[in-house]
């Protein structure tokens, strides 16, 4: 799919309030799940399926991925109509995405360059990437949850994966995004 096609497909967000569900454990010690739903739209991130919704939310509109999934896992944990593949990788399985039965949409690798390289090199996130894709459309806000960058593990994992990525590069590159459209870390 190119870019354009893209910003047609999720021009949707402009001017709308985003909740963007990061995988931190840190999302379970305070309980905005009432004001994450209360966000027009609510993006969650591979694996990162309600379990708790007083912490998480109870509404999925789009998922971002970047590990497999199937068809079957997406639909039973979160039901999203939008599919986002976020990796550069393992685009030229069209078996893989066609199993899906709705578009699977992804992010330009024009994009994924530009932020590897304003990221010194160092590999996006699933979450720094989506979070660059949807500030663009000129959303009236977009917040953050489950996003501490590192401080505590991801919830799902048994064992804590710090991955190829900067965390500190990554928080200054998202604090930018989010103070340009009055975003908040929660």
């Known amino acids: 799919m190119k870019s354009s096609d893209l910003k047609h497909k999720l021009s949707f967000l402009h001017q709308k ?3 963007l569900v990061g995988n931190a454990s840190s999302l ?3 309980q905005h799940g009432k004001f994450i739903d209360e966000h027009d739209y609510i993006i969650r991130l591979n694996m990162g399926s309600i379990t ?6 109870s509404k999925t509109d789009i ?3 970047s590990i497999p999934l ?4 997406i639909d039973a944990n979160f039901g999203a109509a939008r599919l986002l593949w976020m990796s550069p990788k393992n685009r030229k399985k069209p078996e ?3 199993a899906f039965e709705r578009p699977v949409y992804f992010y330009p690798v024009k994009l994924w360059e530009k932020l590897f390289k304003a990221l010194d090199g160092h590999r996006p996130s699933t979450g720094l990437m989506m979070l660059d ?3 663009r459309f000129k959303p009236e806000q977009i917040n953050l949850f489950g996003f501490d960058f590192k401080k505590t593990k991801t919830y799902y994992l048994k064992e804590d994966h710090a991955g190829p990525h900067d965390w500190a590069l990554e928080q200054a590159y ?3 995004l989010l103070a340009a459209i009055s975003g908040q870390i929660y």
């Not at 708790?52 to 939310?57: A, L």
């Not at 199937?70 to 896992?73: A, L, S, V, Y």
């Open 96 to 98: 893989y995405f066609e």
């Open 133 to 135: 894709l949807i500030s």
């Open 17 to 19: 309030k985003i909740a």
């Open 70 to 73: 199937t068809k079957e896992w």
């Open 28 to 30: 379970f010690d305070q």
């Open 63 to 65: 998922v971002g991925f």
């Open 174 to 176: 998202a604090q930018k």
């Open 52 to 57: 708790r919704p007083e912490c998480q939310g």
